[in-house]
């Protein structure tokens, strides 16, 4: 599937001078289905040449995602549309969603990525981890995925899903009470006090609705330390924050790697919509 959404452009012009041969061929008959045959493949020629050769590569691109580091924006197998005119007349903008060339240091080659903006050129960030705290003990991620899995049907505890927010703790999307979670801890009754992990942008923390977990890990590792978007690059992340390779991987990534902003989902079916 993607070889055909996505195919080279020596492909598409062995197609077209294929179709193009056809309908000079069978143009020469004088048979009234050798003339229909001939209109089509002559109509054919002209929007794979339109579509792959100048559409596609100006203004519209379909991309497939392989992966979930976007979760819950972008999900395995989905397909989009990419409008990859629209940053020749402005630069990226914070929460684009964009597709760009990876950058040496991901080691993928020419290999596509999608990923958040998360900063743009003057912008410092850092990330602070989430944490719970229930009585005096102190439960990170990992702490939380174990000792709230009997809540979880994954029987992967790696996969389980914990979210920290301002409204409480969730797993895989249900919300645990403060009695669940203190009985999870072994300690019934106890004090809950949850403390979501966050972006800070220059000093002010991201308000996040898209991502599906908030981050635990902190960046970069000294608490006080901030990373600087320097002129010409542009700090980017996964929404499935926790399972991506992104710029704390990586790095800043170099403005002109940029093929593009996602716009739109449009496969399969039930997925199809704009994106934010």
Known sequence: ????????????????????????TIGRLKAPAAKRVGEVAESLA??????????????????????GSMRPTLLESDRILVNKLIYRFREPRLGDV????????????????????????????RMQSGYVMVGPEQYHHPELRVML???SERSNIADIQVKLTAKGVYVDGRKMTERQIAAAAGQPGAR?????GVILRNGKPLNE???????????????DDAIKVRKGFLFVMGDNRNESSDSRVWGLLDRHRARGKAMFIFWPPNRIRWLR
Do not use: C
């Not at 794979?48 to 596609?56: A, N, Q, T």
């Not at 609705?209 to 608490?223: C, L, T």
């Open 1 to 24: 599937m993607e070889r055909l959404a996505n195919p080279s452009w020596q492909s598409v012009a062995f197609v077209v001078a294929v179709l193009a041969l056809v309908r000079l």
């Open 46 to 67: 002209i929007a794979i040449f339109l579509v792959f050769l100048v559409i596609r590569p100006t203004l519209v691109q379909a991309y497939y995602i392989p992966s």
């Open 98 to 125: 964009m597709v760009f060339q990876s950058p040496p240091a991901a080691k993928k080659g020419e290999k596509d990525f999608v990923k958040r903006v998360i900063g743009v050129p003057g912008d410092e960030i």
């Open 149 to 151: 899995r009997g809540h």
């Open 192 to 196: 809950v006090v949850v403390h979501p």
């Open 209 to 223: 609705s898209y991502v599906s977990e908030d981050p635990d890990r902190p960046y970069p590792a000294g608490p």
